[in-house]
């Protein structure tokens, strides 16, 4: 997606058309019209895509597979114009007039359309369009932002199972989850040295609450 992004933004900037006209009246004119004037969409579906990197980073599951279908469809929008100027099945010529703001007494004498940036804008098309294909394949279980963002409560939960287990010593645990641990009133040294009655504490604790 950053490269897809990247090669969009890259051929807004890019001169896409040449025009020259004359209007009989004043020496022949010459506009170049670059990839934001031909396709003004460009910029936009690229900044976009680099939002969509943050979206993928921050979501899972069916969120991250509804990534993935905008990216197809911001792949297939940004295919269009390309693929059109490249193949001339475009009102090239009557397009190019209009963008160029010509007047109405102006004649059209040439129009030049540069195939490298359309190229790019295609490239950068497939690439985003193989991104959306990965994240709609992207495994469920697949690891959301770093555990820095996840929510305290559930991190906590979860450290707190991770140093009572009988297998995992509190040796081979991450200084953040022993301090994740801490926070949630456990001692990590305790329930590595005696994780049997670790385990029966936790429960006592759970049963006093339910009597309470």
């Given at each position: 997606m950053a490269l897809a992004a990247a090669a969009m933004w890259g051929s807004a900037r890019l001169t896409w058309v040449t025009v020259s006209s004359t209007d009989g009246l004043t020496e022949a004119r010459t506009d170049e019209l670059d990839g934001s004037d031909w396709f003004g969409a460009l910029t936009p579906l690229a900044l976009v895509l680099l939002a969509a990197i943050a979206a993928v980073l921050a979501t899972r599951g069916w969120l991250r597979r509804m990534v993935g279908v905008l990216i197809g469809l911001v792949a297939a929008v940004t295919a269009v114009p390309s693929f059109a100027l490249?193949?001339?099945?475009?009102?090239?010529?009557?397009?190019?007039?209009?963008?160029?703001?010509?007047?109405?007494?102006?004649?059209?004498?040439?129009?030049?359309a540069a195939p490298m940036p359309a190229w790019l804008t295609l490239a950068a098309a497939v690439a985003a369009f193989v991104a959306a294909v990965l994240l709609a394949r992207m495994p469920?279980?697949?690891?959301?932002?770093?555990?820095k963002y996840d929510n305290p409560v559930f991190r906590r939960a979860a450290a707190t199972e991770q140093v009572t287990r009988a297998d995992a010593p509190a040796a081979g645990l991450s200084e953040r989850v022993l301090w994740d641990a801490l926070d949630a009133g456990t001692d990590p040294t305790e329930e590595a040295a005696n994780p049997d009655a670790a385990t029966v504490k936790s429960r006592g604790g759970e049963s006093g609450g339910n009597d309470r």
């Amino acid at each position: 997606m950053a490269l897809a992004a990247a090669a969009m933004w890259g051929s807004a900037r890019l001169t896409w058309v040449t025009v020259s006209s004359t209007d009989g009246l004043t020496e022949a004119r010459t506009d170049e019209l670059d990839g934001s004037d031909w396709f003004g969409a460009l910029t936009p579906l690229a900044l976009v895509l680099l939002a969509a990197i943050a979206a993928v980073l921050a979501t899972r599951g069916w969120l991250r597979r509804m990534v993935g279908v905008l990216i197809g469809l911001v792949a297939a929008v940004t295919a269009v114009p390309s693929f059109a100027l490249l193949t001339g099945s475009g009102a090239t010529d009557e397009r190019a007039a209009t963008l160029a703001e010509l007047p109405g007494r102006a004649t059209v004498t040439e129009v030049v359309a540069a195939p490298m940036p359309a190229w790019l804008t295609l490239a950068a098309a497939v690439a985003a369009f193989v991104a959306a294909v990965l994240l709609a394949r992207m495994p469920r279980e697949t690891a959301q932002l770093s555990g820095k963002y996840d929510n305290p409560v559930f991190r906590r939960a979860a450290a707190t199972e991770q140093v009572t287990r009988a297998d995992a010593p509190a040796a081979g645990l991450s200084e953040r989850v022993l301090w994740d641990a801490l926070d949630a009133g456990t001692d990590p040294t305790e329930e590595a040295a005696n994780p049997d009655a670790a385990t029966v504490k936790s429960r006592g604790g759970e049963s006093g609450g339910n009597d309470r």
